[in-house]
């Protein structure tokens, strides 16, 4: 299905699906499919870099344990780069790195799925075909 060269075993995220058409489908909801990870980068890529409380804001209702955790989870994963732009106070900035980035289309699409798919579902019942 892709052009691109396969992933060794030892190198692929999800080692227990290594070699299987599906892996990179795995491998990919490994990296961005918990719960605020979407949410996140979809905020750094609208805003290019953020703070923490600035980023806690634009993602909302998540507490600011969550909010760290995932960013730690996403920094770990090469995701999101976590620079200190001021030592007193410590201020913290957090951006997407190049991998982050490339992030863009794949975050558009679900946006746009979730756009054209998803309604309440007291429409859902009304529309029966």
């Known amino acids: ?4 060269a396969e992933v060794p075993e030892d190198e692929c995220l999800a080692v227990w699906c290594a070699g299987d058409d599906w892996c990179a489908v795995t ?7 918990k719960k605020w990870h979407p949410v996140i980068i979809h905020r750094l890529l609208q805003h290019d870099a953020l703070r923490f409380n600035e980023l ?4 909302g209702a998540i507490t600011n344990k ?3 955790q995932s960013l730690d989870d996403l920094e770990e994963k090469e995701l999101v780069d976590r620079e200190i732009v001021s030592e ?6 957090y951006s997407l790195t190049e991998r982050g980035q490339s992030l863009q289309p794949v975050i558009s699409s679900l946006e746009e799925w ?3 798919h998803l309604q309440p579902a007291e429409e859902e019942s009304h529309s029966v075909c």
């Open 114 to 116: 979730g756009t054209t």
């Open 88 to 93: 007193k106070p410590v201020a913290v900035e």
């Open 1 to 4: 299905m892709s052009d691109s």
């Open 27 to 33: 491998c990919a909801v490994d990296v961005i499919g």
């Open 56 to 59: 806690s804001n634009e993602v």
């Open 66 to 68: 969550m909010l760290s």
